[in-house]
């Protein structure tokens, strides 16, 4: 009978109060740190002044070093982020969110003061391990705080804010595009470490997960976290259950080595590797990182290719954010199943294949039009990029993060969102090394 009650109670009642919600919100910071991080170099490889300093306009290894610049901040982010696990196991999941807000920091700031190439590239490493292990600290703190009723709603605000990220890096790009300085460049680089700081300043004023203080026996903190968090009933609650689930899961195998041997580990695994790299397999990365290019082949001058990358990453954004209201209606698997579908040309239906259609399109108008004076055309060519992102934000991207968190127990989760967030990083490796090149001499086949 009291298993029933409490199953009624916790399945009806709202489960959180505002400092949940706020404390989900001043940590998204994290979320944002990452997306203006990912998102600067796109709009920093068409300053003038960046190109001028560094001699990209001029070097015949130019392609190549762009292609580095990209590449090595994704080697830097699937390397470090398989750190996160140590920090947040041992340390707590406050911890590894600090540690990698503090690699940010001191990496966005000696990137903003790079005097050559090398500089350059050696700290677009770090800046990427740093990145990539806030984008994974993050939502497994977040998977930890949040109520399970409201879990995805409130995780998806880590998608976003990784959004906003992407947004204001994109704006900051374009407002100092027009300052004629040969350092222009240098303050868009600098401004990733505001929101790094912002996160360690907030960080002594956030929860700990409850589920880490249980599992190393710190139940009295546990429980002033859940008190803090939710009404003192659901807090006792879920104490209760946590604690037996922990009590269970200091048995059990936390090994990466017991995420491949063991098969129900291993099925969460590879259903975790690829939902993220089949997510990355969109090239949506490319469209980002390379929207100028793209915009400069379709025609547009520098002004308003960086116009249009910020109006397609405010789209993105407005998106992203109207994903919050849905994701909590639909299965998680359904409604990554029909956003991956998506891509995916299926004669029967008329939303499946929408993203592939828009590729196709996308294709054939550039094939076509590319050099012409058609503006109706190149106009539409523009549009697919902005059509692609629609059904691309409201489906896939934020909620991957709720779905991968909650595949696995708390004693694996760490480990388990490393190892989506490195998929991620393997696949945007391979999209962004390779994009420059197949630009160069294949154009629109790639």
Not at 25 to 39: K, N, V
Not at 107 to 136: D, H, P, Q
Not at 410 to 434: D, E, F, P, S, Y
């Amino acid at each position: 009978m009291a298993t029933t009650n409490i199953h009624k109670h916790t399945s009806g009642a709202r489960q959180f109060n505002w400092i949940n919600l706020l404390t989900i919100i001043a940590m998204s910071f994290g979320s944002m740190t990452y997306g203006y991080s990912a998102s600067i170099i796109a709009t920093t490889l068409s300053q003038p002044s960046f190109l001028t300093y560094f001699d990209l306009d001029t070097r015949s290894d130019a392609t190549a070093l762009i292609s580095t610049m990209n590449g090595i901040y994704q080697v830097g982010g699937f390397l470090g982020v398989f750190t996160v696990s140590w920090f947040a196991d041992k340390w707590g999941r406050r911890a590894a969110i600090g540690v990698s807000a503090l690699i940010t920091l001191i990496s966005g700031a000696l990137l903003a003061g790079s005097v050559n190439v090398a500089m350059l590239i050696v700290f677009r490493f770090f800046s990427g391990a740093g990145a990539f292990m806030i984008l994974s600290a993050v939502p497994i703190w977040m998977n930890e705080v949040t109520p399970p009723r409201n879990r995805g709603m409130l995780v998806d605000i880590h998608g976003a804010a990784l959004l906003f990220g992407y947004m204001l890096a994109a704006w900051t790009g374009y407002s100092f595009f027009h300052l004629d300085s040969p350092n222009a460049w240098r303050a868009p680089l600098a401004f990733q470490c505001l929101p790094a700081l912002i996160v360690m300043i907030g960080l002594p004023f956030m929860p700990e997960s409850p589920r880490f203080l249980l599992i190393n026996d710190r139940h009295d903190e546990a429980a002033k976290c859940l008190n803090r968090l939710h009404t003192r009933e659901e807090a006792a609650i879920e104490l209760e259950q946590i604690s037996h689930q922990m009590h269970i899961d200091r048995t059990l195998p936390s090994s990466y080595w017991a995420l491949v041997t063991k098969p129900s580990y291993r099925k969460r695994t590879l259903l975790c590797l690829g939902t993220t790299c089949g997510i990355q397999f969109s090239g949506i990365l490319v469209i980002n990182n390379y929207g100028p290019i793209l915009y400069g082949t379709l025609g547009y001058d520098p002004d308003h290719q960086l116009v249009l990358l910020g109006g397609w990453l405010t789209l993105a954004f407005g998106c992203g954010v109207l994903s919050l209201f849905l994701v909590d209606h639909f299965p998680r698997p359904k409604l990554i199943g029909g956003g991956i579908a998506m891509c995916k040309p299926r004669l029967n239906t008329n939303a499946d294949g929408m993203l592939v259609v828009c590729l196709i399109i996308e294709c054939a108008l550039v094939k076509n039009f590319v050099g012409t004076t058609n503006t109706a055309a190149l106009s539409a060519a523009v549009a697919m990029f902005y059509v692609y992102v629609i059904f691309y934000e409201l489906t896939l991207d934020g909620l991957q993060f709720a779905y991968i968190g909650e595949l696995f127990p708390t004693h694996l989760r760490a480990k388990g969102m490393n190892i989506g967030v490195a998929g991620i990083c393997l696949m945007n490796i391979i999209w962004l090394q390779a994009a420059p090149t197949a630009f160069a001499n294949i154009g629109w086949k790639f």
